[in-house]
């Protein structure tokens, strides 16, 4: 028999040799560090605003559809215009707005004249009727709170008073949950918490033509400010990756009751990692991750969405804004015509990256809205080397602090990868000067 796929979630974004970075993040932006990097990476989207919360899941279900569900502890009664099923498309120009992002730059000829600024440091930046509410198997201790269908999705609110009465009526009414649910569904009936049950109307989605389970988002007021991630690790197989963007008013969202690490950033690495990139950055992380001993959130972007810098994508504009569940922005009437939005300063990015197993991680998340509002990115650097024809005495100087530069670089990837050196070394090419084409300022 093949087990549905239970997710987590719930209330749960003058000349110099030793040549130094540009100052800000002025730089040509050539990849990013996003989902589609980890094979199975849970995604989530809250908007937050005091006790205003709008939630939306991914749904990476992989199977037959008829046997998916979702079961969602939630800390109040949802109806059907609570509930929305949005497009898959917003959570990935979110996270392409957030992913960690390569950089390069290029040498200037070291004969001309000029003064580069020390980089500054990056963290210094200035629905239908719902059915009537009725009892259901009452010796089992489960109420059906509501029950409405919403596009693809037949949807019931529970509220159980057993978690093996709720296991029970799951199993009754069709549901395939993992063994060992009750253990625990238990804690969120012990904080009367509701449960949110969705399941696949296969007609709907058939006549549809659907090829993949879309997003569901929800609205609720909650002091609840949490994510239920334990339920989500009955399915697991070894480490599960989450993604989580966070959108608030205020400035960034902080984890209450586990550590925040920020990714490694802001560091210069060899060219040859551009065509590496993938294998660069799942590397470093799962090398950081074991060096803080699996229990932490890592931050990998913090950003007022008015701006990017390098942009890896375009800030969202309203429309996308509001799809991602913005809902404290006075948005106005469209008025025919073009139009040029530059970002909104009044929504905040936080994007938290969690990779967890059931050992490490005891707990639900649980977050607080901050007034924090520093910038952070994980940012690396490639710096590509001069490579025409150096005309002055420079010259030597230059190569030499090249050399020393790259050397540099190769040092700093052992420690983020654990890469061996001398195949780094290996890789690491300074390609002597080309030939002059004393042609090309003729017409250029």
Known sequence: MKLIKIWLLV???????NIQPAQAFCGFYVAKADSDLYNQASQVIIARDGQRTVLTMANDYQGDVKDFALVVPVPVILKAEQVHVNEAKIIKRLDDFSAPRLVEYFDPDPCQVYRIQEDAEMSSAPFPQAA??????????????????????????????ESDGLETWLIQNGYK??????????????????FFVAKVNLEEYDSQGFNKLRPI???????????????????????????VYLLSPKGQVELTNYRTVKVPSNVDIPEF?????????????QKSYEKENKQVAFLEYAWDMGSCDPCSAQPLNPEELKQAGVFWLDYPTPIPGP????????VFITRLHVRYTRDKFPEDLRFQETGNRQLFQGRYVIRHPYREKITCNAAQKYKQS?????????????????????????????????PVLWWRNLWN
Do not use: C, H
Not at 236 to 243: C, V
Not at 273 to 285: L, N, P, S
């Open 11 to 17: 209330a749960i974004a003058v000349f110099s040799f």
């Open 132 to 161: 009537a509410r009725r009892e259901f198997k009452a010796d089992l201790g489960v109420t059906v709170e509501e029950e409405f269908s919403v596009g693809e999705y037949d949807i019931v609110i529970l509220s159980a008073k």
């Open 177 to 194: 949950i993992p063994r060992g649910a009750k253990e625990l569904l238990q804690p969120y009936i012990k904080q009367k918490l509701k």
């Open 217 to 243: 988002s929800m609205a609720y007021e909650s002091p609840k400010f949490m994510l239920p991630i334990r339920l989500g690790m009955m399915n697991a197989q070894g480490d599960q990756d989450l993604i």
């Open 273 to 285: 990692v551009q065509k590496e990139f993938k294998d660069f950055y799942t590397t470093m992380f």
């Open 339 to 346: 139009r040029v939005f530059r970002g909104s300063s009044n």
């Open 402 to 434: 090249v050399k020393e530069r790259q050397e540099k670089e190769a040092q700093t990837l052992v420690t983020l990868t654990g890469w061996d050196i001398n195949n780094i070394r290996a890789k690491i090419n300074f390609v002597e000067a080309k």
